[in-house]
């Protein structure tokens, strides 16, 4: 079982950046399937990046040359990068995990953490 935890959320104006980090528990995660997916309230969950554990990337095209997702399989963590940010970035994100490869963006991970809200005015 993978525990994930984000940080990092908050509030900035348009234009601004923000960097999410996700800690995961095990060491599972080396293996693993990791990414990023967002929710606005009342619409469908989203796929924003993942990368796999050979660093190996894909991404929305609303966020391609403004969020980089990265990771460090010794401290077990991944970010997101989030640059030029727009108000329609507003979301709740989570960060998530799934053994073998991601093949292509999803939004079914088999392990998701609780949340960190970003908010772009």
């Known amino acids: 079982h993978v525990q994930l935890v984000e940080s990092g959320g908050g509030s900035v104006q348009a234009g601004g950046s923000l960097r999410l980090s996700c800690a995961a528990s095990?060491?599972?995660?080396?293996?693993?399937?990791m990414g990023w997916i967002r929710q606005v309230s009342g619409k469908e969950r989203e796929g924003v990046a993942s990368?796999?554990?050979?660093?190996?990337?894909t991404y929305a095209d609303p966020v391609k040359g403004r969020f980089t997702i990265s990771r460090d399989t010794f401290k077990r963590t991944v970010h997101l990068e989030m640059n030029n940010l727009e108000p329609e970035d507003t979301a709740m994100y989570y960060c998530?995990?799934?053994?073998?490869?991601?093949?292509?963006?999803?939004?079914?991970?088999?392990?998701r953490g609780q949340g960190t809200q970003v908010t772009v005015s």
């Open positions: 095990t060491g599972t995660f080396r293996s693993a399937c």
């Open positions: 990368i796999d554990s050979d660093g190996e990337t």
């Open positions: 998530a995990a799934d053994p073998g490869r991601c093949g292509s963006l999803r939004t079914d991970f088999r392990y």
